[in-house]
T-cell receptor, first 116, second 114 residues
Framework: GAVVSQHPSWVICKSGTSVKIECRSL??????MFWYRQFPKQSLMLMAT?????????EQGVEKDKFLINHASLTLSTLTVTSAHPEDSSFYIC????????????FGQGTRLTVV | AQSVTQLDSQVPVFEEAPVELRCNYS??????LFWYVQYPNQGLQLLLK??????LVKGINGFEAEFNKSQTSFHLRKPSVHISDTAEYFC????????????FGAGTRLFVKA
């Protein structure tokens, strides 16, 4: 299957700083990428859908000014958590859709964000 | 509204016993169906998927699932579990419309006891 790489796998940052998480499709071009958030012992909640070259579409209740998403190329989407606070600590997972593979989405390995 | 329901939040089972993890979905359009496993502090690992064709799907680690369109179900089964199968299992549905979003169920914690 196709490979999606997420970086970093974990990050610790101070309150008030911003953190950028990268999601790359390594062997296919992803016109659409998705960002999820997972709180401890909970399911994955879709945060936003990013389409290459256009603005991301955010799910209800997700602050777009807080979670900045950029999808500037067909192989890279970034999620920036701005002015992070301890309540933003979570597991963030991206997925990328491969149009050439029955439109199945492939998931990155996730990023554990801890804000102290 | 489209949704995914995993009927059991926790399933305790003895080693070498069979197990079934239940998943129902609601959708007015065609879907792809997936089961993922997540071990503590790790990402998702795809167990199996249904895209089209045969409704009985075999995956990794001895798991299988059956797509039942009339009952809108996609239950996961394994005839004999191992201690190492202890993990969180997520059922997920990708809808053909709305940008092919993948929605996850709440998860089922499988706990295999010796």
């Amino acid at each position: 299957g196709a490979v999606v790489s997420q970086h970093p796998s974990w990050v610790i940052c101070k309150s008030g700083t911003s953190v950028k998480i990268e999601c790359r499709s390594l062997d296919f071009q992803a016109t659409t990428m998705f960002w999820y958030r997972q709180f401890p012992k909970q399911s994955l909640m879709l945060m936003a859908t990013s389409n290459e070259g256009s603005k991301a579409t955010y799910e209800q209740g997700v602050e777009k000014d807080k979670f900045l998403i950029n999808h500037a190329s067909l192989t890279l989407s970034t999620l920036t958590v701005t002015s992070a606070h301890p309540e933003d600590s979570s597991f963030y997972i991206c997925s990328a859709r491969d149009p050439g593979s029955s439109s199945e989405a492939f998931f990155g390995q996730g990023t554990r964000l801890t804000v102290v | 509204a489209q949704s995914v329901t995993q009927l059991d939040s926790q399933v305790p089972v003895f080693e070498e016993a069979p197990v079934e993890l239940r998943c129902n979905y609601s959708s007015s359009v065609s879907v792809y169906l997936f089961w993922y496993v997540q071990y503590p502090n790790q990402g998702l690992q795809l167990l199996l998927k249904y895209l089209s064709g045969s409704t009985l799907v075999k995956g990794i680690n001895g798991f299988e699932a059956e797509f039942n369109k009339s009952q809108t179900s996609f239950h996961l089964r394994k005839p004999s579990v191992h201690i190492s199968d202890t993990a969180e299992y997520f059922c997920a549905v990708t809808h053909f419309t709305g940008g092919f979003k993948t929605i996850f169920g709440a998860g089922t914690r499988l706990f295999v006891k010796a």
